[in-house]
C-alpha cells in the first residue's frame, strides 16, 4: 500500500542553526507532496508544496527538495526560530486526487 | 489564518450518542474535506464533499456520514459513538482543479466517555 513516513519522530535544534526535516514516500506515482506545520490545538497550516515536476522549491525561510528516485524529501528551514516549534507533517495524494495521506509527524522542539 | 471555520471548538459525548460537526470553506474552495486525527498521529481521511455529493471516502464506517450545503460549507456527522472516535476532527477546504492543497480549519476536539 501507499504510506508517507517520517524517519525523526522528535528534532531538537538550537535557535538559529538550520533545521531538516525528512520524509520517505513509497508511491512511486505520486506527484504532488504539502508540508504541513501544526501547532499544539491548530489544524495543520500549510508551508510548502512541491510537484513531481520539480526538485526544490523555495519559500520564506523554507526550503523542500524532492528526490523521485529514492522517494524522499525534505523541508529546509534556515535560522530556525522558537515560534518554528511544532509538529510538521509531510502529506500527498496517493493514486487518489482527492484524499491526502499524512505521515506520522516529526516534533521539531526549538532550543533557546 | 486560512478562512476555514469549525464549530464547536470542544464537545464531551458519551458513548452511543450522535453528534454533529460543522464546517465552513474558504471563500472561493468549493471541496471540503474531512479527517480524524487521533493523538500523536497525523490526519486521516474521512471523506471529501463537492458539489454537495461525497466524492471520495477513507476506511471510515457507515456512522460517519456527511452533507455539504450549496453554500459549500459542510457538516460531518457520527452515529453511535465509541471511545475510540474520540480525536481531533479536521475539515479542509480546496477549489476546483484535482490535488489541489487543502486548508485545513481549527479542528473540533472530540471527548467521547
Known amino acids: 500500500g501507499e504510506s508517507v513516513g517520517l524517519h525523526l519522530p522528535t528534532l531538537s535544534v538550537q535557535e538559529g542553526d538550520n533545521s531538516i526535516i525528512n520524509c520517505a514516500y513509497s508511491?512511486?506515482?505520486?506527484?504532488?507532496f504539502i508540508w504541513y506545520k501544526q501547532e499544539s490545538g491548530k489544524g495543520p497550516q500549510f508551508i510548502i508544496d512541491?510537484?513531481?515536476?520539480?526538485d526544490k522549491r523555495q519559500g520564506q525561510r523554507v526550503t523542500v527538495l524532492l528526490n523521485k528516485t529514492v522517494k524522499h524529501l525534505s523541508l529546509q528551514i534556515a535560522a530556525t526560530q522558537p515560534g518554528d516549534s511544532a509538529v510538521y507533517f509531510c502529506?500527498?495524494?496517493?493514486?487518489?486526487?482527492?484524499?491526502?495521506?499524512f505521515g506520522s509527524g516529526t516534533r521539531l522542539l526549538v532550543r533557546p | 489564518e486560512t478562512g476555514v471555520t469549525q464549530s464547536p471548538t470542544h464537545l464531551i459525548k458519551t458513548r452511543g450518542q450522535q453528534v454533529t460537526l460543522r464546517c465552513s470553506s474558504q471563500?472561493?474552495?468549493?471541496?471540503v474535506s474531512w479527517y480524524q486525527q487521533a493523538l500523536g498521529q497525523g490526519p486521516q481521511f474521512i471523506f471529501q464533499?463537492?458539489?454537495?455529493?461525497?466524492?471520495g471516502r477513507g476506511n471510515f464506517p457507515p456512522r460517519f456520514s456527511g452533507l455539504q450545503f450549496p453554500n459549500y460549507s459542510s457538516e460531518l456527522n457520527v452515529n453511535a459513538l465509541e471511545l475510540d472516535d474520540s480525536a481531533l476532527y479536521l475539515c479542509?477546504?480546496?477549489?476546483?482543479?484535482?490535488?489541489?492543497?487543502?486548508?485545513f480549519g481549527p479542528g473540533t476536539r472530540l471527548l467521547v466517555l
Open positions: 479542509a477546504s480546496s477549489g476546483l482543479e484535482a490535488k489541489e492543497t487543502q486548508y
Open positions: 508511491n512511486s506515482a505520486s506527484d504532488y
Open positions: 512541491i510537484r513531481s515536476n520539480m
Open positions: 502529506a500527498e495524494y496517493g493514486d487518489s486526487s482527492y484524499k491526502l495521506i
Open positions: 471563500s472561493g474552495h468549493n471541496t
Open positions: 464533499y463537492y458539489r454537495e455529493e461525497e466524492n
